[in-house]
């Protein structure tokens, strides 16, 4: 049972432009959320998140957006850089992070 | 400088033989993880720790064995009733009750392939 769904698996935009990437989750007890990067051959690292008492989270080029009544978040990245290329995971939790669940990810490429 | 370890980096195996991926971290975190990736699949949860001398399944445990007996070590082994052994497997840790700024923090992963 996927509780944590990206139904995107590949995006591709031009540099400078808005990527959007977009994941929707289905357990309402959900209430910590993150993004992760991933390059290949490494592991995926942190790159922000959101609690279930926010709408949206800002860091640089970064925002979250939730929308807990849709069941669903998304992040933006902007403008988009050849660097931002790489596999973003969307991820949830409960109450603390010891049972995180994963989407299956999406790879997003940045043209220049 | 703190981190993951995870080895080897690319690991075969035969069918019908155990195996066991090392995972070390220096951070001092309490928790420990072992998660598998398979294509078109997210993250899966194998097995997790969150203080020495204790672990807890995860969602895809059966043919997987852990042990958790240093804090810093949380070695995982594929045993030969793991079914479809041949995968992606990412070790992460992070601080036990946390306020989750971070999330986990992964190794590199190790490749399994059956031959």
């Known amino acids: 049972d996927q509780q944590v769904k990206q139904n995107s698996p590949s995006l591709s935009v031009q540099e400078g432009r808005i990527s959007i990437l977009n994941c929707d989750y289905t357990?309402?007890?959900?209430?910590?959320f993150l993004w992760y990067k991933k390059y290949p051959a490494e592991g995926p690292t942190f790159l922000i998140s959101?609690?279930?008492?926010?709408d949206k989270n800002e860091d640089g080029r970064f925002t979250v957006f939730l929308n807990k009544s849709a069941k669903h978040l998304s992040l933006h990245i902007v403008p988009s850089q050849p660097g931002d290329s790489a596999v973003y995971f969307c991820?949830?939790?409960?109450?603390?992070?010891?049972?995180?669940?994963f989407g299956a990810g999406t790879r997003l490429t940045v043209k220049p | 400088d703190g981190g993951i370890t995870q080895s080897p980096k690319y690991l075969f195996r035969k069918e019908g033989q155990n195996v066991t991926l090392s995972c070390e971290q220096n951070?001092?975190?309490?928790?420990m993880y072992w998660y598998r990736q398979d294509p078109g699949q997210g993250l899966r949860l194998i097995y997790y720790?969150?203080?020495?001398?204790?672990?807890q399944k995860g969602d895809i445990a059966e043919g997987y064995s852990v042990s958790r007996e240093k804090k810093e070590s949380f070695p995982l082994t594929v045993t030969s009733a793991q079914k479809n052994p041949t995968a992606f497997y990412l070790c992460?840790?992070?601080?036990?009750?946390?306020?989750?700024?971070?999330?986990?923090?992964f190794g590199s992963g190790t490749r399994l392939t059956v031959v």
């Open positions: 992460a840790s992070s601080i036990a009750d946390s306020a989750r700024g971070y999330g986990y923090t």
């Open positions: 357990n309402s007890m959900f209430d910590y």
């Open positions: 959101i609690s279930s008492i926010k």
């Open positions: 991820a949830a939790s409960v109450g603390n992070n010891n049972d995180m669940r």
């Open positions: 951070l001092n975190h309490d928790a």
């Open positions: 720790s969150q203080i020495v001398n204790d672990f």
